[in-house]
């Protein structure tokens, strides 16, 4: 796992970084728009339940005045550029190591409250962060587990034990994770979702 885990990591972060780019892009696009057209309607409007445009509009949306569309674009530019930099072979230090967990975990939590925000306070899905959603998580487990499994991270309290069931069912916890994302979109838009059946 561990070799596998060093292999597939910069692609991980590659395909995330990518994908976040084009979001952040696409979302910064409309907000533009929408600042020079209010009348704009940006293509994400599917419906009233999945709409970027209600979702932009909201007090969430920035912070400090900045959009998070253009914290998503730096951010996801950097994890896209460090993919390319382990698949071209480079060695990082334990402290860029660390730095890179911390700035993961930054991202997760700020996603943990986007994704409340948007669904028990402005009822409404926004299909480009809904991409974001589904690839930070990933890229916080896995980049946490090659810092354990190399060291970078002391963890004692986790029993040897503990860790080689991490180890084994490391897929299985992040299905877990999305199964119970999905449910609670499920869920709380059900009134919606049973229409389209």
């Not at 997760?108 to 409404?124: E, G």
Request: contains cysteine.
């Amino acid at each position: 796992m561990n070799v596998t885990l060093k292999r597939t990591l910069p692609y991980i972060f590659l395909i995330a970084g990518m994908i976040g780019v084009i979001a952040s892009f696409a979302l910064t696009y409309d907000k533009i728009q929408v600042l020079k057209n209010p009348s704009y309607h940006p293509p994400c409007n599917i419906s009233p339940i999945l709409s970027c445009g209600s979702v932009m509009k909201t007090q969430q949306a920035s912070i400090l005045g900045v959009p998070n569309t253009i914290f998503g674009l730096v951010a996801f530019s950097m994890l896209t550029t460090l993919g390319v930099v382990l698949l071209s072979g480079a060695k990082l230090g334990r402290r860029l190591w660390l730095a890179i967990n911390i700035g993961a975990l930054a991202g997760f939590l700020f996603f943990v409250y986007l994704y409340f925000q948007a669904v028990f306070r402005i009822h409404a899905i926004c299909p480009y962060c809904f991409a974001v959603w589904l690839i930070v998580p990933p890229v916080l487990w896995y980049t946490t587990l090659h810092n354990l499994r190399e060291g970078n991270m002391k963890a004692r309290f986790i029993k040897p034990q503990v860790k080689r069931w991490i180890a084994r069912h490391h897929g299985d916890i992040l299905l877990g994770y999305y199964l119970v994302f999905v449910a609670i979109l499920l869920n709380r838009f059900w009134y919606y979702w049973k229409t389209l059946i």
